[in-house]
DNA sequence: ATTTTCGGAGTGAATATTCATTCCGCACGA
DNA sequence: TCGTGCGGAATGAATATTCACTCCGAAAAT
């Protein structure tokens, strides 16, 4: 096995066994023998386990954010662009329930919390998240609601996670139908 | 100290300490300690840490759902009775922090998956939760989106559970209006 | 009224288990 | 042969749970 892959094998058992247990269900034992390595060699490509899920997550939402922007007209209307991230993220955590899962794990831990306050508070560097830049310029367009930016993640992300995990779990069925008619009113929400 | 009153000491330790330091911050020991009572005490009380923990969330639960219904005019308008409880249900999630905490910890691990199982998929029996009444009659008289009562748990309950996140986090500073002007956003999202 | 007995709540040190992390010898490629 | 990457048993810290004992108050016996 090259030494690229291993890693990746690392990775892919550490967020299988944590999407479907939890934290707690996911001891570095475990990971490992998913892994099919001894459990030192995890720390060969990990400085320790907190490392290996942040790059872990760091990772998933690298490569959701990229492709999140395939056929993304930046010209489009602000409630298109809307529509099409939503509906392209929501599709996105069905079609990939483990991540999901993991995600929203990682995001309800102190992890997440240290993640949203660099995000959140962070000065306005330059910021890959293409969301914050749609509802910044909904609010200064007039045609977004004039809160918090924070609020209004809030309203368009609680919803977008609270449904997908449901789906998930298998409280809802969610079809291409339901899911357009969820980000719609997720729009609601937030439209003037 | 009465019986009662050494069962409420460790129920509210477990409720600080899991606030605080999430799950895994709060060992029995420590449990003990801020409780002023001996380890092994607690298990006079509670089968295993389980046990406790699921009551120590019925109880908060059970308070939280009478106190919603608190000066709930039953004949109000449906939207009034939506902003009431709502607002009601935010309002003393900012004004008691650590039962947030503790709830949000609970509902977004392995407990809380099991509980809305039995919450959602159980059959309509006697709900004392206001909610499920309230958007069964909102569809029903076609003033609610006509969409699975789960997606709409999710379009009400979502953004107030992060708003209320974000606020105890620091994140955003809810005032009265802020607050009214959230829950006004969520109603905007699930009526028609 | 005084003493004795008894039951069960309370205790916390001891135990058993679970983990993350380390370490050392092995095997394989150079 | 040398050395590097690897495995997985060994380690030690942290934890939930147990259990043999103490203690106290309330009956029962005197």
Same mark, same amino acid.
């Given at each position: 096995?090259?030494?690229?892959?291993?890693?990746?094998?690392?990775?892919?058992?550490?967020?299988?066994?944590?999407?479907?247990?939890?934290?707690?269900?996911?001891?570095?034992?475990?990971?490992?023998?998913?892994?099919?390595?001894?459990?030192?060699?995890?720390?060969?490509?990990?400085?320790?386990?907190?490392?290996?899920?942040?790059?872990?997550?760091?990772?998933?939402?690298?490569?959701?954010?990229?492709?999140?922007?395939?056929?993304?007209?930046? !010209?489009? /209307? %602000?409630?298109?662009? #809307?529509?099409?991230?939503?509906?392209? +993220? =929501?599709?996105?955590?069905? @079609?990939?329930? $483990?991540?999901?899962?993991?995600?929203?794990?990682?995001?309800?831990?102190?992890?997440?919390?240290?993640?949203?306050?660099?995000?959140?508070?962070?000065?306005?560097?330059?910021?890959?998240?293409?969301?914050?830049?749609?509802?910044?310029?909904?609010?200064?367009?007039?045609?977004?609601? !004039?809160? /918090? %930016?924070?609020?209004? #993640?809030?309203?368009?992300?609680?919803? +977008? =996670?609270?449904?997908?995990? @449901?789906?998930? $779990?298998?409280?809802?069925?969610?079809?291409?139908?339901?899911?357009?008619?969820?980000?719609?009113?997720?729009?609601?929400?937030?439209?003037?």
């Amino acid at each position: 096995m090259a030494i690229s892959e291993k890693r990746q094998e690392i990775l892919h058992a550490a967020l299988e066994l944590i999407a479907e247990h939890g934290f707690h269900g996911a001891p570095i034992a475990a990971i490992a023998e998913r892994a099919g390595v001894g459990a030192g060699t995890i720390y060969r490509y990990f400085e320790n386990k907190d490392v290996l899920i942040n790059e872990l997550f760091q990772e998933l939402h690298d490569r959701i954010c990229t492709g999140l922007l395939e056929g993304y007209g930046t !010209d489009r /209307p %602000l409630r298109e662009r #809307f529509v099409h991230l939503s509906t392209a +993220l =929501l599709r996105y955590f069905i @079609d990939n329930p $483990l991540e999901f899962r993991f995600i929203e794990q990682y995001l309800n831990s102190p992890y997440g919390n240290a993640f949203r306050r660099v995000r959140l508070m962070g000065a306005g560097e330059e910021d890959d998240d293409p969301y914050r830049h749609l509802l910044e310029e909904g609010v200064a367009r007039r045609i977004v609601k !004039d809160l /918090p %930016l924070v609020v209004l #993640f809030a309203l368009a992300f609680g919803p +977008l =996670l609270a449904v997908a995990r @449901d789906h998930i $779990l298998g409280f809802v069925a969610l079809n291409e139908v339901l899911l357009v008619q969820t980000v719609q009113a997720c729009w609601d929400g937030i439209k003037r």
